[in-house]
């Protein structure tokens, strides 16, 4: 099972990221994991990757793409994944699948965890990070729908789009995620 999660930051993604990681017994990979992995390593590609950060700049694309190839080829990423804020653009949606046809994947589910803008703020500021007043929530709300809400009509035209309600308990939506994922792949 090769799948991404969608939806705006304050969705749920991590949350429903690591239960179906439980579920299907694959790893849930997010972009931070796969950044801070690439750093650990140690290599000519991980050294990029920290000079970068150290910048402050945004992993560009190309070196992104490289890390996501580098952590999908290890072994526990054999039988399945879920990537969990990547893509993040339809570049990356792209690259992804240039990277899944290297490998000879494909991905089998795009879930779109759904919920109303004023939840995914009562709910970011209710994790009481210092950085998630609302007028920042609100922001990055704002980056989401410029950035990533494009993928959900690529997805869509490519026939893997799932949307799920994400306006529920926990445990509703994890059952909401499993129930939208293909059936030959459950």
Do not use: C, N, W
């Amino acid at each position: 099972m090769r799948v991404i999660l969608l939806g705006a930051p304050g969705s749920g993604k991590g949350t429903q990221a690591a239960l179906l990681a439980d579920a299907l017994r694959i790893p849930a990979i997010s972009t931070g994991d796969m950044l801070r992995e690439a750093v650990d390593a140690g290599t000519s590609l991980g050294r990029r990757v920290e000079e970068i950060v150290a910048s402050g700049e945004l992993v560009d694309d190309a070196t992104m793409a490289k890390v996501v190839r580098t952590r999908l080829d290890r072994s526990d990423a054999a039988s399945g994944f879920i990537l969990d804020g990547y893509p993040r653009t339809l570049d990356q949606a792209r690259d992804l699948e240039g990277v899944l046809d290297e490998l000879d994947e494909q991905l089998d589910a795009a879930i779109l965890v759904e919920v109303p803008i004023d939840e995914v703020v009562r709910r970011s500021i209710a994790r009481g990070r210092e950085d998630d007043t609302e007028d920042v929530v609100r922001r990055r709300q704002e980056v989401y729908r410029e950035q990533t809400e494009p993928l959900i009509g690529y997805y869509r035209k490519l026939g893997l789009l799932r949307p799920v309600d994400g306006d529920q308990s926990i445990e509703q939506v994890h059952r909401a995620v499993l129930s939208a994922l293909p059936m030959e792949s459950r």
